[in-house]
Nanobody, 121 residues
């Protein structure tokens, strides 16, 4: 059973940076894809970045060049480094995992963290 716990959300000014963390409860090799999503108030959950078991990363256009997904398998932790933050980045941020190939569809992920709030203003 995979459990995910996010941390690192905070309030920052535009142009600032944050690093979100997502701790896994089990060996990363038991999931093929891990990802970061966010959900703005009143909007659908949006995929931001994914990383597969080979370490291949893919980014949504809205964050490419500003956000970086990475992982430390020894620490069983997934990260999202967010730079040049904008007010429109304000959202609840979630990490997610699935046992198959990476997908941008949030409905295809079967494990989610509880979320961490990021506010940019």
């Amino acid at each position: 059973h995979v459990q995910l716990v996010e941390s690192g959300g905070d309030s920052v000014q535009p142009g600032g940076s944050l690093r979100l963390s997502c701790a896994f409860s089990v060996d990363r090799h038991k999931t093929n894809c891990v990802a970061w999503f966010r959900q703005r108030p009143g909007q659908e959950r949006e995929g931001l970045a994914v990383i597969d078991s080979d370490g291949t990363t893919t980014y949504a256009g809205s964050v490419k060049g500003r956000f970086t997904i990475s992982e430390d398998n020894a620490k069983m932790t997934l990260y999202l480094q967010m730079n040049s933050l904008k007010p429109e980045d304000t959202a609840m941020y979630y990490c997610a995992a699935r046992f198959f190939d990476c997908s941008w569809s949030p409905g295809s992920y079967n494990r989610w963290g509880q979320g961490t709030q990021v506010t940019v203003s």
